[in-house]
Each structure stands twice: as structure tokens, then as C-alpha cells.
């Protein structure tokens, strides 16, 4: 598709599951990036990768939460034994090269639900 | 370290009245400077952007905004507001240090008939 794409776009899970979120960046996007959107928190950053160097991970808020992209492409936001606090829209994003200038181009979210 | 403050959170305002919608950020670099808004039920998109040059930014739908490198402020206006406007509007600022793009908590903009 022409946009990024998330998936599941909702996910209802049990407290102390582990659940894994995907995205899929516009194709040729070198730049992904993670956010949480919990209301009153706005867009929370947690992981940021470019191209080939090593991911800025230092929004994500314990380790529970990690996250990888294959082949600089497809990315993979895991949370491990999920709390309800984890409960929120995570919304994944895609840039041409990472700089600074560049608009974000974002995908619709996963909103993810901790029972 | 870079950071955004918007100072309101909800922004009630009638049909036609204008509108600023407030931010503050911080940055001990050169910055870039962004507005995205999120229609009910939508994904974000941007509005405006500021890199350089003129401090005035015109985006889509009628909005501009005001870089202010003394204020280190990035107020989002609009001189008449529609129906269509309400959404919430994120704040955001990159730097040439960070690289990544950190957003503000939002403003929720309620545009009343």
C-alpha cells in the first residue's frame, strides 16, 4: 500500500501476556518510529530506527517493551507481560531519511487494551 | 534534550471567532518545528512546518503559524475557525542533535456552532 500500515489495529489481551505489534513503513522510508498516544500524555516516543545504525531507545519506558526491523523495513514493537497502564494507541510512523526536517508520515495505530 | 509544552489542553471556541492554540518548546540547538493535527477518527497529518527563514508559516486549511526564537514559541492560529476544525493538534520539534521528533501533549480543539 501507498501508507504505512499497522496491524492488529485493535488488540484486547490479558494482564501478563505477552503481545507483539507490526509495522510496515512506506516503502523506501529509511526513518521508522514508534509512539505511545495515551490520553492526557499526547504522542509519548519510545523507539526511534535509521537505516543501519543502532535504534534510540531511549523512550521506551521499561524493559518489557522492545522493539526490531527486519531488513529496514517491517518493525516489530513487543511488550512482555503486559500491565494496565500498557493499555493505549500505539502509533508507528515512517520518514524518507530521518532527518530532522522531514515530516512523519503515520499509520493508524494499534490500540491496544489490557484486561 | 529537546521538549514541547502546549499550555492548554482543550480550546473551546464558537464558529467564525479565531483562534491560537499555544507552544512552547526547548532546545539548545537550531530546531524544526512542526504542527500535526488528528481529526476524530483519523491518523495524524501535518500542518505546518517551520525549517527556516520567514518565522510566518502558512499550512493547510487556512492556519499559520509564528516561530518566535526569543520566546522559543510556535503559536498555531487561525483568524476564522469551522465546524471541521475540531481535532486535536500536536505540537512537535526535531533537532539537528536529537534527530527524532518529539510531540507535545495536545491540544483538543472543540469548534461550537
Known amino acids: 500500500g501507498a501508507g504505512v500500515s499497522q496491524s492488529p489495529s485493535n488488540k484486547v489481551t490479558e494482564k501478563g501476556k505477552d503481545v507483539e505489534l507490526r509495522c510496515d513503513p512506506i516503502?523506501?522510508?529509511?526513518?521508522l518510529y514508534w509512539y505511545r498516544q495515551s490520553l492526557g500524555q499526547g504522542l509519548e516516543f519510545l523507539i526511534y530506527?535509521?537505516?543501519?545504525?543502532?535504534?534510540?531507545k531511549s523512550g521506551l519506558p521499561s524493559d518489557r517493551f522492545s522493539a526490531e526491523r527486519t531488513g529496514g523495513s517491517v518493525s516489530t514493537l513487543t511488550i512482555q507481560r503486559t500491565q494496565q497502564e500498557d493499555s493505549a494507541v500505539y502509533l508507528c510512523?515512517?520518514?524518507?531519511?530521518?532527518?530532522?526536517?522531514?515530516?512523519?508520515?503515520f499509520g493508524s495505530g494499534t490500540q491496544l487494551s489490557v484486561l | 534534550a529537546q521538549s514541547v509544552t502546549q499550555l492548554d489542553s482543550q480550546v473551546p471556541v464558537f464558529e467564525e471567532a479565531p483562534v491560537e492554540l499555544r507552544c512552547n518548546y526547548s532546545?539548545?540547538?537550531?530546531?524544526?518545528l512542526f504542527w500535526y493535527v488528528q481529526y476524530p477518527n483519523q491518523g495524524l497529518q501535518l500542518l505546518l512546518k517551520?525549517?527556516?527563514?520567514?518565522?510566518l508559516v502558512k499550512g493547510i486549511n487556512g492556519f499559520e503559524a509564528e516561530f518566535n526564537k526569543s520566546q522559543t514559541s510556535f503559536h498555531l492560529r487561525k483568524p476564522s475557525v469551522h465546524i471541521s476544525d475540531t481535532a486535536e493538534y500536536f505540537c512537535?520539534?526535531?533537532?539537528?542533535?536529537?534527530?527524532?521528533?518529539?510531540f507535545g501533549a495536545g491540544t483538543r480543539l472543540f469548534v461550537k456552532a
Open positions: 532546545s539548545s540547538v537550531s530546531v524544526y
Open positions: 516503502s523506501g522510508h529509511t526513518a
Open positions: 530506527f535509521q537505516g543501519n545504525s543502532a535504534p534510540d
Open positions: 510512523a515512517s520518514s524518507l531519511s530521518g532527518a530532522p526536517n522531514e515530516k512523519l508520515f
Open positions: 512537535a520539534v526535531s533537532d539537528e542533535a536529537g534527530f527524532k521528533t518529539i
Open positions: 517551520y525549517l527556516s527563514g520567514s518565522t
